[in-house]
């Protein structure tokens, strides 16, 4: 151990901004590697299965609060890294939006619509449905990217 950098040489390496943006580039790999993976995937068994579903949906929520929804103050919000920055594609971002209400209601919360009264009122989340957030995830993500890489010069987003 005496031979490992100390936090403060890891912290000027590799700083806070650039950690947290990091953890967004994760999340979406995240997404987009579980994706095809589910619902149903033969290859995962009970368990595995409700952690990939769980991790997708997880993943999901911190990008659609990051790159289209915002959060409090105590959070990076996507104007710390590219401030102006709206995404493009509307129709993703509103996806997105509604993909944040779906994992919150069926993953973050013990909400009531997790449990209805009446199970025939439950719609299973589809092969497609994973496959469209996905893509939605990425594509944004991307918008976002691309706007930084324009703007770079303009903005100190730190990395």
């Not at 590799?14 to 953890?23: G, L, M, N, Q, V």
């Not at 995240?30 to 952690?51: F, H, I, M, T």
């Not at 939006?97 to 025939?120: D, F, G, I, Y």
Request: with cysteine; glycine share 4%; aromatic share 10%.
């Amino acid at each position: 151990m005496a031979n490992q950098p100390s936090p403060a040489w890891w912290d000027a390496q590799y700083p806070d901004k650039r950690r947290a943006f990091d953890y967004v580039s994760f999340a979406v790999e995240q997404v987009e590697q579980l994706a095809p993976l589910l619902p149903d995937n033969p290859s995962l068994e009970g368990v595995v299965r409700a952690a990939c579903i769980e991790s997708f949906w997880v993943n999901v929520r911190l990008l659609a609060e990051f790159l289209v929804r915002g959060t409090d103050a105590r959070d990076w919000q996507v104007q710390d890294f590219a401030p102006g920055w709206v995404a493009t594609d509307a129709s993703a971002a509103e996806r997105l939006r509604s993909a944040w209400a779906l994992s919150s209601q069926h993953v973050m919360h013990l909400s009531k619509t997790r449990t209805p009264e009446n199970l025939t009122d439950v719609e299973p989340v589809s092969a497609e449905l994973y496959q469209q957030v996905a893509r939605d995830c990425g594509m944004v993500y991307e918008d976002l990217n691309e706007f930084m890489d324009k703007h770079r010069e303009d903005t100190e987003n730190g990395f």
